[in-house]
């Protein structure tokens, strides 16, 4: 009986695993200040991967209705709000980024609400490759399950330039906040991927093209896995 069941085309016995969604494949793109992250996550996009912009999260988390407003305010004072009563994050930016005690308080406030945010929104995603783009991804643990970590490098120079021409910022407060973060060599000790971002777009996009390859094949394999024929 059972036999004749599985036999009928009509009335298949579906295979448990293929009513199981495919995880997404998960890379943790980080890289210092202006080393080009999110040129290399817009890139990933159009190759198919969604990505989440964790500092996009973060202006949301201290949004008047995000969940850490009031109490960065506590912390840090009245003086950070623009007239509209948002939080200037330049003013912010100005009292952390010469503050290292200051900067590790503002983390402390605000990482965990940014972590369960990209986290449900990794849980909810049903693309094959989700690419969560965080300055912060490899101090603040969050990309510690992740398929893979890329980096992305730059000369300081070229990080320098970058935000001057940007942000508008002095040479003083580039070099600042450039000078603020974990040396390069941290990040690219820990890389499964290394973009160098000093060249031209188009080399850029050649390195993260070859590596995309790699994820199509890691990707190909865990579906076959998840839905065996």
Avoid at 89 to 115: C, M, N, W, Y
Avoid at 147 to 168: F, K, N, Y
Wanted: glycine share 6%; with cysteine; aromatic share 4%.
């Amino acid at each position: 009986m059972a036999d004749s069941l599985i036999s009928n085309s009509q009335s298949p016995i579906p295979n448990p695993y293929s009513l199981l969604p495919t995880p997404p494949y998960r890379i943790g793109l980080t890289g210092n200040i202006a080393t080009g992250k999110s040129v290399v996550g817009r890139m990933l996009v159009e190759l198919g991967a969604e990505r989440i912009d964790a500092d996009q999260v973060a202006h949301a988390v201290i949004a008047p209705e995000g969940v850490a407003y009031p109490a960065v305010i506590a912390a840090f004072g009245t003086g950070i709000l623009a007239p509209d009563g948002t939080i200037d994050r330049r003013k912010l930016g100005d009292i952390v980024f010469s503050d290292p005690e200051a900067l590790a308080r503002l983390e402390q406030l605000t990482h965990p609400p940014i972590i369960t945010i990209i986290e449900a929104r990794i849980a909810a995603s049903r693309a094959p490759v989700v690419v969560v783009e965080a300055i912060k991804l490899l101090e603040s643990g969050i990309a510690d399950h992740y398929d893979a970590i890329w980096v992305t490098t730059c000369p300081e120079a070229e990080q320098l330039a970058r935000l001057m021409r940007s942000r508008g910022l002095t040479r003083e407060d580039a070099l600042r906040r450039i000078h603020a973060q974990p040396p390069q060599a941290e990040k690219l000790a820990r890389a499964d991927v290394v973009i160098n971002t000093s060249g031209s777009l188009d080399e850029t996009r050649a390195q993260v093209i070859a590596a995309w390859k790699n994820i199509k094949m890691s990707t190909d394999i865990m579906s076959d896995a998840l839905n065996p024929a």
